[in-house]
Structures are given as structure tokens and as C-alpha cells.
């Protein structure tokens, strides 16, 4: 099936500091990659939508400064949280879109990024 | 936009079955979608229905109105792993665009 990385798993940073998030579609081309964001015991909220090639669709509330999305791949976009604040952290969790053969359009998911910010 | 509306908790015994449902009001619609998360890791797919009825699948079973914009997860015979939470989300038109609920966490007890 097709697998989603993401790098790094948990990171730890200080106040005022930029923390870059990797999204790998690792055996497919994705069109389309999403990144979302879950606080504690609430679900996924998307942040944006990256289309390789071209600028990123940011949902209303996200600040496009703050959060620098690059998708200069199929297979790699980045998050990149500048001048990270300790309400950022967060569970990130990217995904990957690719037409799917059935019904649908497929949505896999990454393995999820820890921030936390001191 | 979207709302979805599904319950915050259920609580439910090893070997029983429970039923997950979720109501949606949206102003396109392409599929919907559950899935499971278990706390620390990220969503896992367990089904699509973009037809009205239902789609079996092992232990679990998902249904889809789409006239009364309902759907329900069905598992059976419940396990300790089946603990987690339990996400509804709809896919708008001509989107690969998901809108999640808040999510349903389930805990299953012996």
C-alpha cells in the first residue's frame, strides 16, 4: 500500500525558533499533499492544501507567514513553523493524495510530528 | 462548509458489538469516510461509502444515508485494541478535501 513518512517524529525546540516538518510520499506521486494539526483530544483540523508546484491553500485562521508550506515535489512538501511559540505545539500530521483506482480519491496519512515548544 | 456531528465517548464490553454514528450537513458531498486513530499516532483508513447502504468489512461494517446525511460504524465482536478513537469525515465535490469530525474515542472494557 502506499506509505507516508514524515521527519522528525517528535522534536523539541525553544521559543523563537523555526521547526521544518518533512512529508515523503515514499512509493507514490502525490498531486495533492494536506497538512493538519490536532490538539489534545480534539481531531484533525487542516491547515492547508499543497500542490506541487504551486502555492499553498491555507484555511481560514492559518497564518501563511507562520506556517511556510513547500512542495517542490510529487513527493516531498515541507512545514516549516517560524518563530515556533509554545501555544504551536501540536501533533502535525501530513497527508498524501493520489487518485485512487476504486470510487474514490485515496488520503493516506503520515506517522504524525510532536512538537513541543519550550 | 461542513458540520459533522458525531458522539465524544462511548464505553462498551470485550465481544459486544457498538455502533458509531455520525451526522453531517455539508454543502457538497463526494463520500464519507471513518477512521481510526489510536492516542500518539495518526489516522488509519477503515472505510468509504458513497453509495447509500452498507459495506461489510471483516468486523467492521459502515452505513451511509446520504438523503438523511447519516452514517454509522459498526463493529463486532470487540476487542481491547479496538480501543481508540473513531473519525468520521466527509470528502467534498470533486476534492481529495476531508472535513473530520471531532472524533468518537471508544473504550472497550472486559
Known amino acids: 500500500g502506499a506509505v507516508v513518512s514524515q521527519h522528525p517524529s517528535r522534536v523539541i525546540c525553544k521559543s523563537g525558533t523555526s521547526v521544518k516538518i518533512e512529508c515523503r510520499s515514499l512509493?507514490?506521486?502525490?498531486?495533492?499533499m494536506f497538512w493538519y494539526r490536532q490538539f489534545p483530544k480534539k481531531s484533525l483540523m487542516l491547515m492547508a492544501t499543497?500542490?506541487?508546484?504551486?502555492?499553498?491553500?491555507?484555511e481560514q485562521g492559518v497564518e501563511k507567514d507562520k506556517f511556510l508550506i513547500n512542495h517542490a515535489s510529487l513527493t516531498l512538501s515541507t512545514l516549516t513553523v517560524t518563530s515556533a511559540h509554545p501555544e504551536d505545539s501540536s501533533f502535525y500530521i501530513c497527508?498524501?493524495?493520489?487518485?485512487?483506482?476504486?470510487?474514490?480519491?485515496?488520503?493516506?496519512f503520515g506517522p504524525g510530528t510532536r512538537l513541543t515548544v519550550l | 462548509g461542513q458540520n459533522i456531528d458525531q458522539p465524544t465517548e462511548m464505553t462498551a464490553t470485550e465481544g459486544a458489538i457498538v455502533q458509531i454514528n455520525c451526522t453531517y450537513q455539508?454543502?457538497?458531498?463526494?463520500?464519507l469516510f471513518w477512521y481510526q486513530q489510536h492516542a500518539g499516532e495518526a489516522p488509519t483508513f477503515l472505510s468509504y461509502?458513497?453509495?447509500?447502504g452498507l459495506e461489510e468489512k471483516g468486523r467492521f461494517s459502515s452505513f451511509l444515508s446520504r438523503s438523511k446525511g447519516y452514517s454509522y460504524l459498526l463493529l463486532k465482536e470487540l476487542q481491547m485494541k479496538d480501543s481508540a478513537s473513531y473519525l468520521c469525515?466527509?470528502?467534498?465535490?470533486?476534492?481529495?478535501?476531508?472535513?473530520f469530525g471531532k472524533g468518537t474515542k471508544l473504550s472497550v472494557i472486559p
Open positions: 497527508s498524501a493524495g493520489t487518485r485512487g483506482t476504486g470510487l474514490y480519491n485515496e488520503q493516506f
Open positions: 512509493d507514490f506521486q502525490a498531486t495533492t
Open positions: 499543497s500542490n506541487e508546484g504551486s502555492k499553498a491553500t491555507y
Open positions: 455539508t454543502s457538497g458531498f463526494n463520500g
Open positions: 461509502n458513497v453509495l447509500d
Open positions: 469525515a466527509v470528502s467534498g465535490a470533486g476534492s481529495y478535501q476531508l472535513t
